[in-house]
């Protein structure tokens, strides 16, 4: 039967200490209301009274109806020389209406003595008093053992005599931290071990710190000492490098390590809630992470993409939908006619590897690489280069010329574009006006096109990406433009090349409408 481990989430809190991570009131609440959907356990909101955010959060938070998780408030424990029930810390924390308070404590003498200023069995007393205090209050008390690594490797004793008292104080968890994130796992995994000896593996979790690089490494190895609580945040958001990324520890746990929890039976919905993490966040999604990234399971080489389709496990160590993610298959000049024939039919297309036309298409596509083109990011511009070769592109329209002047005049810039296009045998000549060359000529194309095809209404352009990928040493390179378009529906990519920027840009333009109108 797998162990039950309770999982923590803090993005809400350490989280949001990481450079460039900032959510509203509103972002918050909702991020509390997927996680529960999720089946976290415990969801840390921040700090209580530390800014009008938090303050507003908690207030906010009081009227959620969560199904299962828990919202814990965050602090420390009470002052040197104060009563528990007299400091207002404490009382700020119980003010929150929160039923979970974890509270982190010192367990590192360097930090008491230099710290805290304080004696160390005062810091004991510190620990126990704010636990006993809060836990008759009627909240369940969380122990963060701050700094325990650097601690237990000081003074082995010590750091495990503060963890007995957060235990006498009521603590119904002692969660080890490695605050600087500087742990190796073997010294880790022994660390922990000491601790479950000591006090029952009910009793103790885990919260790591990526500065090693090892923050899932770390609590996979705490886990495996006995560890039944792990803390981490969603897509390893946090201070510095971050924290033990939960979207990796997550399925390592479920689908590796034998281990459950109550949000392993929605464990395919990983993917979506990494995805909404990081539009809430507005950061754009890291393609190579493990198991939710776009690349996870993306396959380039040709014997790869071959051996995945016949038996998947060969190159794909678990089934992608397990974590709502799916196999991709890469073209590009290392590609055979079996990967471009998966691509096709990924994309719709029933394209059969010993198809006379697929000999011109390998030739043509190797040739189109050599020359800068780059098709993992653009699906759209392979699907029309395959329809090309098979016979099945449509001509929508023929370009007869386009034209793009750029002007300043002071402090104002503006460009003009002048296209001429062929459309239903009638020579349309259409100019626009925009604060940029590529807004002028989408413009342009649009105003050409939308009377005979409507549709076009619904593009935008998503993103833009420029790459230099010749220099001569000179002004002139050889220039690699990527689009990315969307009509509400569906998202879709194209690309140009061209030793003229514009001229690249053009092409991608182009081929975004053809796409969309491809499409129907």
Same mark, same amino acid.
């Given at each position: 039967?797998?162990?039950?481990? +309770?999982?923590?989430?803090?993005?809400?809190?350490?989280?949001?200490?990481? $450079?460039?991570?900032?959510?509203?009131?509103?972002d918050k609440l909702l991020i509390a209301q997927k996680l529960d959907a999720f089946g976290v356990d415990y969801i840390e909101g921040g700090f209580p009274g530390s800014n009008p955010r938090d303050i507003t959060f908690f207030q906010e938070a009081k009227n959620l109806k969560l199904k299962h998780a828990r919202l814990a408030a965050f602090g420390s424990t009470r002052r040197a020389g104060a009563k528990a029930d007299e400091d207002a810390q404490l009382r700020t924390l119980l003010d929150s209406g929160m039923p979970v308070m974890t509270i982190v404590g010192k367990t590192w003498t360097l930090h008491v003595t230099e710290i805290l200023r304080t004696t160390l069995e005062e810091n004991l007393a510190m620990i126990e008093d704010s636990a006993r205090y809060l836990v008759a209050q009627g909240r369940e008390v969380i122990y963060d053992a701050e700094h325990y690594f650097d601690g237990y490797k000081s003074d082995p004793d010590?750091? =495990? !005599?503060?963890?007995?008292?957060?235990?006498?104080?009521? *603590?119904?968890?002692?969660?080890? #931290?490695?605050?600087?994130?500087?742990?190796?796992?073997?010294?880790?995994?022994?660390?922990?071990?000491?601790?479950?000896?000591?006090?029952?593996?009910?009793?103790?979790?885990? &919260? #790591? %710190?990526?500065?090693?690089?090892?923050?899932?490494?770390?609590?996979?190895?705490?886990?495996?000492?006995?560890?039944?609580?792990?803390?981490?945040?969603?897509?390893?958001?946090?201070?510095?490098?971050?924290?033990?990324?939960?979207?990796?520890?997550?399925?390592?746990?479920? =689908?590796?390590?034998?281990?459950?929890?109550?949000?392993?039976?929605?464990?395919?919905?990983?993917?979506?809630?990494?995805? /909404?993490?990081? $539009?809430?966040?507005?950061?754009?999604?890291?393609? +190579?992470?493990?198991?939710?990234?776009?690349?996870?399971?993306?396959?380039?080489?040709?014997? &790869?993409?071959?051996?995945?389709?016949?038996?998947?496990?060969?190159?794909?160590?678990?089934?992608?939908?397990?974590?709502?993610?799916?196999?991709?298959?890469?073209?590009?000049?290392?590609?055979?006619?079996?990967?471009?024939?998966?691509?096709?039919?990924?994309?719709?297309?029933?394209?059969?590897?010993?198809?006379?036309?697929?000999?011109?298409?390998?030739?043509?596509?190797? @040739?189109? @690489?050599?020359?800068?083109?780059?098709?993992?990011?653009?699906?759209?511009? /392979?699907? =029309?280069?395959?329809?090309?070769?098979?016979?099945?592109?449509?001509?929508?329209?023929?370009?007869?010329?386009? !034209?793009?002047?750029?002007? !300043? %005049?002071? *402090?104002?810039?503006?460009? @003009?574009?002048?296209? +001429?296009?062929?459309? *239903?045998?009638?020579?349309? %000549?259409?100019?626009? $006006?925009?604060?940029?060359?590529?807004?002028?000529?989408?413009?342009?194309? !649009?105003?050409?096109?939308?009377?005979?095809?409507?549709?076009?209404?619904?593009?935008?352009?998503?993103?833009?990406?420029?790459?230099?990928?010749?220099?001569?040493?000179?002004?002139?390179?050889?220039?690699?433009? =990527?689009?990315?378009?969307?009509?509400?529906?569906?998202?879709?990519?194209?690309?140009?090349?061209?030793?003229?920027?514009?001229?690249?840009?053009? $092409?991608?333009?182009?081929?975004?409408?053809?796409?969309?109108?491809?499409?129907?």
């Amino acid at each position: 039967m797998a162990t039950a481990v +309770k999982i923590y989430d803090t993005t809400l809190r350490d989280g949001t200490q990481g $450079e460039g991570i900032s959510f509203s009131v509103t972002d918050k609440l909702l991020i509390a209301q997927k996680l529960d959907a999720f089946g976290v356990d415990y969801i840390e909101g921040g700090f209580p009274g530390s800014n009008p955010r938090d303050i507003t959060f908690f207030q906010e938070a009081k009227n959620l109806k969560l199904k299962h998780a828990r919202l814990a408030a965050f602090g420390s424990t009470r002052r040197a020389g104060a009563k528990a029930d007299e400091d207002a810390q404490l009382r700020t924390l119980l003010d929150s209406g929160m039923p979970v308070m974890t509270i982190v404590g010192k367990t590192w003498t360097l930090h008491v003595t230099e710290i805290l200023r304080t004696t160390l069995e005062e810091n004991l007393a510190m620990i126990e008093d704010s636990a006993r205090y809060l836990v008759a209050q009627g909240r369940e008390v969380i122990y963060d053992a701050e700094h325990y690594f650097d601690g237990y490797k000081s003074d082995p004793d010590y750091a =495990l !005599r503060t963890l007995a008292a957060a235990l006498r104080g009521g *603590a119904s968890n002692l969660t080890l #931290c490695d605050t600087n994130g500087g742990t190796l796992v073997d010294e880790f995994k022994d660390i922990v071990a000491r601790a479950v000896q000591e006090f029952g593996a009910d009793q103790v979790g885990v &919260h #790591c %710190h990526n500065d090693g690089g090892l923050g899932v490494a770390l609590t996979l190895a705490g886990v495996g000492a006995g560890a039944t609580l792990v803390q981490g945040t969603m897509n390893g958001y946090g201070e510095r490098v971050g924290n033990a990324n939960m979207a990796t520890v997550l399925p390592n746990l479920f =689908l590796k390590m034998d281990r459950t929890s109550r949000c392993a039976a929605n464990l395919a919905q990983l993917r979506d809630l990494s995805l /909404f993490f990081d $539009e809430l966040a507005n950061l754009r999604p890291d393609p +190579k992470a493990p198991f939710v990234g776009q690349s996870a399971f993306a396959h380039k080489g040709g014997l &790869h993409a071959n051996a995945a389709q016949k038996v998947a496990r060969s190159y794909e160590h678990i089934d992608p939908a397990l974590v709502g993610n799916r196999t991709r298959v890469l073209v590009s000049d290392m590609a055979g006619r079996s990967s471009l024939a998966l691509k096709a039919k990924e994309l719709g297309l029933e394209l059969d590897e010993k198809r006379p036309e697929m000999k011109g298409l390998i030739e043509e596509l190797k @040739e189109r @690489e050599f020359r800068g083109y780059e098709y993992e990011a653009a699906d759209a511009s /392979f699907r =029309l280069l395959v329809e090309k070769h098979l016979g099945q592109r449509r001509a929508f329209f023929e370009v007869e010329s386009y !034209r793009v002047m750029v002007e !300043r %005049h002071g *402090a104002d810039l503006w460009s @003009e574009a002048t296209v +001429k296009l062929r459309v *239903a045998g009638e020579l349309v %000549h259409t100019v626009a $006006e925009d604060a940029g060359p590529v807004g002028a000529l989408d413009k342009a194309l !649009r105003l050409a096109l939308e009377k005979t095809y409507p549709q076009i209404r619904s593009v935008t352009l998503r993103d833009f990406k420029v790459r230099i990928l010749e220099n001569t040493g000179n002004t002139s390179a050889r220039t690699r433009v =990527l689009i990315e378009s969307g009509d509400g529906a569906r998202i879709w990519g194209t690309v140009g090349v061209s030793d003229n920027i514009i001229d690249a840009s053009w $092409e991608a333009l182009r081929e975004s409408v053809e796409f969309k109108l491809s499409q129907g």
